[in-house]
């Protein structure tokens, strides 16, 4: 519809990351059952879980008040790691609102509890904070080089307080976990090969739109510029200056 033209490396990108999808999805864990906000609270207050969420939160203060201002706008990985810290909490939250609401539209009213709130509330502040520094980093580096490197920190960091919060693969065997892994890096490298096509199909692009000028076209600027630039300074002497040096011979 768009009318684009796949470069070769960005089919190649395309295949990989609906393969790994694929895999993820073919291997991916089963749910257990959720009654209650509450129980979700319980998981979010699991000591391996508490760990987690201050190792962010001390992570996240470090990088806004100490690596920003001095190496945020040289350092990719600056703003997307705050991003992407920031990003696993607001899934874990996103999760556990939108169970509250899924269960208050089935008639199980959540919204008397407070730990709804209070997870909205994190929603809320994690997406702000996300979207403000994933903002910056668009505005200080290529997109490019932001959209791998966010795309893999983001994804990895939301699994792992995944696995540890919900504990998705305790259930499962080696095999299942194996194939999980390799369907997750398969679809990174996919992204990766998706953004590299790109870049290189916009700096050859670039390129194109400014060749360089034939060397007849060349002479004929630099002429012009050189008469330019004469009467230029013609213009700003005085006319007993400009008589004086039209006796001059040259």
Same mark, same amino acid.
């Given at each position: 519809?768009?009318?684009?033209?796949?470069?070769?490396?960005?089919?190649?990108?395309?295949?990989m /990351?609906?393969?790994?999808?694929?895999?993820?999805?073919?291997?991916?864990?089963?749910?257990?059952?959720?009654?209650?906000?509450?129980?979700?609270?319980?998981?979010?207050?699991?000591?391996?879980? $508490?760990?987690?969420?201050?190792?962010?939160?001390?992570?996240?203060?470090?990088?806004?008040?100490y690596?920003? &201002?001095?190496?945020?706008?040289?350092?990719?990985?600056?703003?997307?790691?705050? /991003?992407?810290?920031?990003?696993?909490?607001?899934?874990?939250?996103?999760?556990?609102?939108?169970?509250? #609401? !899924? $269960?208050?539209?089935?008639?199980?009213?959540?919204?008397?509890?407070?730990?709804?709130?209070?997870?909205?509330?994190?929603?809320?502040? /994690?997406?702000?904070?996300?979207?403000?520094? #994933?903002? !910056?980093?668009?505005?200080?580096?290529?997109?490019?080089?932001?959209?791998?490197?966010?795309?893999?920190?983001?994804?990895?960091?939301?699994?792992?307080?995944?696995?540890?919060?919900f504990? +998705?693969? +305790?259930?499962?065997?080696?095999?299942?976990i194996?194939?999980?892994?390799?369907?997750?890096?398969?679809?990174?490298?996919?992204?990766?090969?998706?953004?590299?096509?790109? %870049?290189?199909?916009?700096?050859?692009?670039?390129?194109?739109?400014?060749?360089?000028?034939s &060397?007849?076209?060349?002479?004929?600027?630099?002429?012009?510029?050189?008469?330019?630039?004469?009467? %230029?300074?013609?213009?700003? $002497?005085?006319?007993? +200056?400009? /008589?004086?040096? !039209?006796?001059? &011979?040259?």
């Open positions: 519809m768009l009318k684009e033209k796949l470069h070769q490396l960005a089919v190649l990108g395309c295949v /990351c609906i393969s790994g999808s694929v895999i993820i999805v073919i291997h991916a864990p089963q749910e257990s059952p959720i009654t209650s906000v509450q129980e979700i609270w319980a998981m979010a207050t699991q000591p391996a879980f $508490l760990l987690y969420l201050g190792s962010v939160i001390v992570l996240v203060v470090l990088l806004i008040l690596f920003a &201002p001095r190496c945020g706008h040289t350092n990719v990985l600056v703003f997307t790691g705050i /991003c992407s810290l920031m990003g696993s909490l607001s899934v874990m939250s996103v999760k556990a609102l939108g169970t509250a #609401l !899924k $269960l208050t539209f089935e008639g199980k009213n959540q919204l008397v509890y407070l730990e709804t709130w209070f997870f909205m509330f994190i929603v809320a502040t /994690c997406v702000i904070i996300q979207m403000n520094y #994933l903002n !910056k980093a668009l505005d200080t580096f290529n997109t490019a080089v932001v959209s791998p490197i966010y795309y893999v920190m983001f994804t990895s960091l939301t699994i792992i307080a995944s696995v540890i919060m504990k +998705d693969w +305790d259930g499962q065997n080696t095999g299942s194996i194939s999980e892994l390799c369907g997750f890096i398969a679809v990174l490298c996919g992204t990766i090969l998706l953004n590299s096509a790109k %870049d290189s199909d916009r700096g050859s692009s670039f390129r194109g739109e400014h060749a360089p000028l &060397p007849t076209l060349s002479t004929g600027l630099f002429s012009g510029n050189r008469e330019t630039l004469k009467h %230029d300074e013609e213009n700003e $002497l005085s006319p007993d +200056d400009i /008589c004086l040096r !039209k006796q001059e &011979p040259y």
